[in-house]
């Protein structure tokens, strides 16, 4: 991982979100041979895991790069590794009716991953950040308030 990398995740978070406005922290980490064996079996099956999964609007990029099997599945562990992360940042009573493919991770105009979707709470704020280094992958996941929510 790199420090530089992790240290500018943590300054635009905690200048964005007042350390008393931060409200969970989750992290994963991804053994990406596993995803790819996942994604080996069945063509079936390769479908309804990523539906299950990914956003709609991941799962038209995830399409896109089918091609560049290698890339997918990197891909595929990314947005995994996000919510997974995201869910632990997330109170217990949201835990429960966790849904995956609620979240979007992806950002069409930023390579920056980024949390977005339907099951965002009003003034809710997500920074995101991600790092891999050959067969692991990691994100970190902060959800903060904003000041006028958290009253
Ligand atoms: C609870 C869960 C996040 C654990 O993830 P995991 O990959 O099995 O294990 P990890 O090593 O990443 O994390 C384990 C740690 O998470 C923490 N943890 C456990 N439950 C947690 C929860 N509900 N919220 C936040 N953190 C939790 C614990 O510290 C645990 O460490 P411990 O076992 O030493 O106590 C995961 O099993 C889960 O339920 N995910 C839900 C999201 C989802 O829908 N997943 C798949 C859908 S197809």
Redesign the pocket.
């Known amino acids: 991982m790199s420090l530089c990398k992790s240290a500018s995740f943590t300054r635009t978070a905690i200048s964005n979100a007042s350390i008393g406005n931060i409200r969970g922290l ?1 992290v ?2 991804v053994y990406v041979p596993r995803i790819m064996a996942l994604l080996s079996r069945k063509p079936v099956y390769l479908t309804k895991f990523t539906q ?2 990914l956003h709609e609007a991941e799962y038209v990029r995830a399409t896109s790069m089918i091609d560049s099997r290698g890339r997918h599945d990197l891909f595929i562990a990314r947005c995994w590794a996000i ?2 992360a995201l ?2 940042s997330l109170d ?1 009573s949201r ?1 429960s009716g ?3 493919r609620d979240w979007n991770t992806i950002d069409t105009s930023s390579p920056k991953p980024t949390i977005s979707g339907g099951a965002i709470h009003k003034g809710e704020e997500f920074f995101v950040s991600v790092t891999h280094d050959g067969e692991y992958l990691l994100a970190a996941v902060i959800r903060g308030q904003s000041d006028q929510m958290s009253q």
């Open positions: 989750g994963d980490l299950r999964i919510k997974e869910f632990k217990t835990q966790f849904r995956m």
